[in-house]
Each structure stands twice: as structure tokens, then as C-alpha cells.
């Protein structure tokens, strides 16, 4: 693994840590979270967003 390689990887991190973030923040304030972003995002993760986010929702309605 090359410099660059770990470079980007945390580059890809920060980029995934802002959108949950964004979306966390939206789902406090009672918006609807962005469900397109999980479109991108490995299969394991969108699954256990997807529930913690219906949690929230749960918890807000």
C-alpha cells in the first residue's frame, strides 16, 4: 500500500464521516435523512445505518 493509497483512504473516511454526520443532523431535527447516499456505501454498512436510522425515526415520531 502506497502513501497514496492510505491518503485517499482517509480522504474516503472523512468524506463518509461528513455524510453520516449530515445525515445524523437531519434526522435530529425531524427531516427526513438522505437515503441515496447508502446507494454507494458497501452493503454490511447501508444495513446498519439503515436500522440505526430507523431507530432514530422511531424515536423522534
Do not use: C, H
Amino acid at each position: 500500500m502506497s502513501v497514496l493509497d492510505i491518503f485517499n483512504k482517509g480522504l474516503e473516511i472523512a468524506a463518509n464521516v461528513l455524510q453520516y454526520q449530515a445525515g445524523w443532523d437531519a434526522a435530529m431535527e425531524g427531516k427526513s435523512p438522505d437515503k441515496t447516499r447508502y446507494d454507494s456505501e458497501p452493503s454490511y454498512k447501508s444495513g446498519y445505518d439503515n436500522g440505526l436510522f430507523a431507530r432514530e425515526q422511531r424515536n423522534i415520531e
